[in-house]
C-alpha cells in the first residue's frame, strides 16, 4: 500500500471512483506478501501490483466489473499446465486476492481517512470480511485505543469486538492475518474470514557516525523503508546537507541519543563510529535495547579488542553474541556504496532467517515466511 499511497491519496481527494485489488493469502512461492495492493480508478487508469505482471491483466477486468457494481468478491490465482504462460502464477504458488471498490462520497471519505492515517505513521488495522456468514467487503477500521478508535462494522456487535481485540494485537506485533470466528465473533469457530491488513509505522535504523559509510547506508536504509535518523556528536560531520536522504540528522552523543530514543523489536541500530570512546558506552545502551539487528562496523582485530572492552564494562557473551561485527555480508565489497549494499543484505538476511548463500545453490522454497524479530 505505501508504495503507491500518494496516488490512492490523490484519487480519493478528487473522488475518484477506484476499486483496490489486495493479496489476502499466499500458498508456496508467490511474488508479493499479504497486503500488496494494485488499483484501477474508474478512467482505467493502474497503480500497483499484486504479482509483478503475472495475473494482473486478468485482474483487470475482474476490477473494471467490481467497479460497474458486480460487489466484492476475492479471486484466486494458482498455476496448471496451460496456464503457465496465460493467466496464472509462473512462480508456482496460489494468491488469493480481494477486489472492493470504493465509489461513493462515503466510502472514498472512509478511505481517504484511512490513507492520511498511513501517510502520517499512525498505527492504524484494517479488517475486511473475506467470505462465510457476514457481507463480503465488509470493514472495521481500527486505532489501537481511544474514543473514536474504530469505524464500520462487520455486521455484528460481537464480531466486531473480537475483531477489534485481535487487530489490536496484531497492530503490536506488526502482523497480518486471516483469522476466522463464529458470525457473532465466537472463537474456534471457521463461519467467517476476517482479513486484518497492519499498518504499523515504519521501522527505524539507527545510523551512527557521519561518515560516507553512514551516507550511503541511510540512502538504502530509506530504500528499504526505514525511518533513519543519523547521529554523531561532532556538528561539522552531522549536517543536513551530508545526509540529505534521512529523515532526521541528530547531533549528540551516540550512547546519550540511543539511551533516550524509541527502539522497538524491528529496530536496526548500524554502528559505524570504530572508535573506543564512542563504541563502548553506544553498544553497552544498544545491547540494552530489544532492536532486530546491531551491527558493528570494523575489522576482525578491532572487534576482538572491542569486545575485551565490553566484557570489561560487564557484557555478557549472550548479549556479545547479539552483535553483528565485521559488519554485513562478504559480497567483496570496496566503496561506502557496495558497503552499504552489504550491510543491507545481512539487515534483509536476519530479519527473513535467510541463509546468506546464492539462491542458485539451495533447493526449496525462495520465500521466507518469517524472521527471528516477527516482522513480515
Known amino acids: 500500500m505505501r508504495d503507491i499511497l500518494p496516488d490512492l491519496r490523490a484519487r480519493c481527494a478528487d473522488g475518484v471512483p477506484l476499486a483496490l485489488a489486495t493479496v489476502v493469502a499466499v500458498h508456496g512461492s508467490a511474488p508479493r506478501d499479504p497486503g500488496a495492493v494494485m488499483a484501477v480508478d474508474a478512467a482505467g487508469a493502474v497503480v500497483g501490483s499484486v504479482s509483478g505482471g503475472c495475473v494482473e491483466g486478468d485482474l483487470y477486468d475482474v476490477a473494471r ?10 479471486v484466486a490465482y494458482g498455476i496448471s499446465d496451460d496456464e503457465a504462460f496465460g493467466v496464472g ?18 466510502e472514498l471519505a472512509d478511505l481517504g ?18 467470505s462465510g456468514a457476514a457481507e463480503t467487503g465488509a470493514r472495521l477500521v481500527v486505532r489501537p485505543s481511544g474514543a473514536g478508535s474504530t469505524k464500520g462494522t462487520l455486521g455484528s456487535e460481537g464480531l466486531d469486538a473480537a475483531v477489534t481485540d485481535d487487530a489490536r494485537g496484531l497492530l503490536a506485533q506488526g502482523h497480518t492475518a486471516t483469522q476466522r470466528y463464529g458470525a457473532h465473533g465466537q472463537r474456534r469457530m471457521q463461519e467467517v474470514a476476517v482479513f486484518i491488513r497492519t499498518y504499523a509505522p515504519p521501522p527505524r535504523m539507527l545510523v551512527f557516525g557521519a561518515i560516507d559509510h553512514a551516507a550511503a547506508t541511510a540512502r538504502i536504509g530509506s530504500f528499504l523503508g526505514y525511518r533513519v535518523t543519523v547521529c554523531d556528536a561532532r556538528p561539522a560531520f552531522a549536517t543536513r546537507e551530508r545526509f540529505p536522504t534521512a529523515d532526521e540528522v541528530v547531533r549528540a552523543w551516540p550512547h546519550t541519543y540511543l539511551e533516550s530514543a524509541e527502539v522497538d523489536a524491528r529496530t536496526v541500530i548500524c554502528v559505524l563510529t570504530h572508535d573506543p570512546k564512542f563504541d563502548v558506552p553506544l553498544l553497552l545502551a544498544a545491547l540494552r535495547t530489544p532492536a532486530a539487528y546491531i551491527g558493528v562496523m570494523g575489522s576482525r582485530r578491532t572487534h576482538h579488542d572491542r569486545l575485551a572492552r565490553l566484557r570489561e564494562a560487564g557484557a555478557d557473551e549472550a548479549a556479545l553474541a547479539r552483535l553483528a561485527s565485521p559488519v554485513g555480508l562478504d559480497l567483496g565489497a570496496r566503496t561506502p556504496e557496495e558497503t552499504a549494499v552489504s550491510i543491507a543484505a545481512e539487515v534483509i538476511q536476519h530479519r527473513w532467517g535467510g541463509t546468506g548463500r546464492p539462491l542458485g545453490e539451495l533447493t526449496g522454497a525462495i520465500h521466507h515466511p518469517g524472521g527471528p524479530d516477527g516482522t513480515r
Open 65 to 74: 466489473e467490481v467497479l460497474d457494481g458486480a460487489g466484492p468478491r476475492v
Open 89 to 106: 502464477l509462473t512462480c508456482g504458488g496460489t494468491i488469493e486476492v480481494l477486489v472492493r471498490a470504493y465509489v461513493s462520497t462515503a
Open 113 to 130: 481517512a484511512l490513507l492520511d492515517l498511513i501517510a502520517a505513521d499512525r498505527p492504524v488495522a484494517e479488517a475486511t470480511v473475506l
